[in-house]
């Protein structure tokens, strides 16, 4: 929290305050993760506060199964093992020692959206509704470079990663995506990896469910097939209506959230207001996002705003001008594969009331005649 | 600062901490500003501890002419008047119903690097050489739809910007790059502009000398010619050798510096060490960066790392086999207008001894056979 301090009557009249170690945030502004105090849970990205596409380190989601990991990165190492001609291990300096690479992209908790699935309510705020995605860039060292160094035996077609917390959360993870993309991160934003994003370092799948990106990373075990740890069998795996189940749904589908005008706010009178939020997807980039002011009779295409980059959050902006009349907003992404997003009827069709995860369905806020804006399901 | 917290022997065998309303640092790390309680000075970015490009906005450095504003954004209003056909007023929630526009650059103090300049020690940081540059992501309103809503009356040749603070610091600005690509930026890397940036709102002025972007922005006055306010009269001018100054010297010229290895860093032994640095331009893209590990006799050019983006901090890396010999490491930027780094004695020849901004010189480290890493100048 920002330290109290005074507010002059007129800041051009008496000399400001002295620098300090860390620029803090204007005691007018509050944006903060919650709920809070959660031991073993998730605490949310307050979206509604954010403009632009990076999420403030200190504002990223926290997911943990078990709680934070407070590990001392002189004592933490990397094991490579298993299907490899020679195993290794690494600590956090000797990763910095390879080629770095950045890329900015978004991570996203696979449950995001459930409470607003499954129990909605009109005093849901854009954070409540979908505050488990979160966007940084992320620095560290290819996975394919590490992998290169430990030489990969045949038959390695499943990467197991473990993570170094108190729930050694672990996950497989197809081969093909760790020669891609992975990446294993220790800087986010320019700055060490925060604590709860799994300092000192974590791996990053971009578009992958968040689940999958361990963090406090210990080990990466090369084997054949997956190896159906607890994490991937208790959990992540969708039921569908016909009785089957969807497993291993590792990418997170095309998605947008609309975080203004959203509850709490009120619109304070007639006239053009932006519709902005952001839309996302782990399929590659995001093409062309559309609003909706008519509840989803009529649909105009919104401008991407700033850079459009693979699997990252984009933020988009409509211009609507708005007459005084009751309405329902709604917003619509597509990507790069031609993908778009579903109805909410749609949705509940395939997937069935009790699914669970990557709920990706279009969402919709009311506008009331007064201004007032309520979450529409 | 980050909570102290108890440091666990084995993070798998005791639950992790709960969440909290921000994620904090590990308090194994510990980036901060420098120099502290600096009153109305400067205070700078800890480049040596940043990877990838962006800055956390709680280290962007800081530079105040009489202390930092604190602004109730309520009570603050961005004013454009002089040379319009509609003089108009806007508070921050009136801004923020105009389109946002996004863009990464940086922002540079003109005066960065002065004491590397002029009173070089072995034993600076990259922080204490070059730490008056920070990146981040501006978000807020086109200048030019400002102005176009306001109607420029002919003759409107330049903006005098004002800033809220108890400074009052005002800058004469071309009207060309009020409607190229000036920003009225009410957010930072996704969050509200911290105070120390100008909070509620600041002008960014993209690849422009950093005193010029107005923080707390309170005015914008249409004029016919530049106003020669106290800002630009008594400071930011250079004295040439020849007796003539260099004035109005706006754009930030292409500039790099080698962020690892630098003191007070020491190789541990030889091998192959990344020379890790960033390069920037007020003139558009990076197109490449050279190093050199012999002084300057000769150079190998580095990889650019991540997005390489106009007027912004970019990232590049060499990979260096240091054999354990005493080594001079440079770094050298080009620029898309093909401007290269001048080397420190064609720039001492070009600006003398007592030039006072723009110090973009190619600078060194020394690396000696122990390992040890001092500034070189």
Known sequence: ??????????????????????????????????????????TLTPLQHLKGSITPSDLHF????????????????????????????????????FPSVSRTC???????????????????????????????????????????????????????????????????IPMEKMLDDAIIAYAQNGEPVRMSNGYPMRLVLPGYEGNMCIKWLRRLKLIDQPNMSRDETVKYTDPLPDGN????????????????????ERLKGAGWWPISGLAWTGRGKITHVDVSTDGGKTWFEAELVGQVLPMAHTRFQYMWEWKGQ???????????????????????????????????AIRSWTVAADGTVGFGG
């Open 326 to 360: 009751p309405a329902t907003i709604m917003s619509r992404a597509t990507d790069e594969t031609g993908y778009t997003q579903p109805t909410l009827q749609e949705f509940r069709t395939v997937r069935g009331p009790g699914t669970d995860y990557h709920y990706n």
């Open 106 to 172: 978004f991570i996203e908790c696979s449950g995001n959206g459930r409470a607003a699935y499954r129990t909605p309510k009109p005093q849901m705020t854009p954070q409540e509704v979908d505050g488990m995605t979160s966007n940084s860039e992320w620095t560290g060292v290819s996975v394919k470079t590490l992998l290169h160094e430990a030489g990969m035996k045949g038959g390695a077609g499943w990467v197991l990663a473990e993570g170094g917390d108190a729930a050694v959360l672990s996950r497989s």
């Open 1 to 42: 929290m920002p330290p109290p301090v005074d507010v002059p009557l007129d800041a051009t009249k008496v000399p400001g305050l002295p620098s300090t170690q860390f620029s803090p945030r204007s005691p007018f502004e509050n944006p903060t993760l919650a709920p809070l105090n959660v031991m073993s849970g998730s």
């Open 245 to 264: 189940s969807r497993q291993f749904s590792f990418v997170m589908d095309a998605k947008s959230v609309i975080t203004s005008p959203a509850f709490p």
């Open 62 to 97: 926290q997911r943990s199964h078990n709680g934070i990991a407070v590990i001392d990165p002189a004592k933490h190492r990397l094991v490579i093992h298993g299907l490899v001609n020679r195993p290794l291990s690494f600590d956090v300096d000797e990763l910095k020692r």
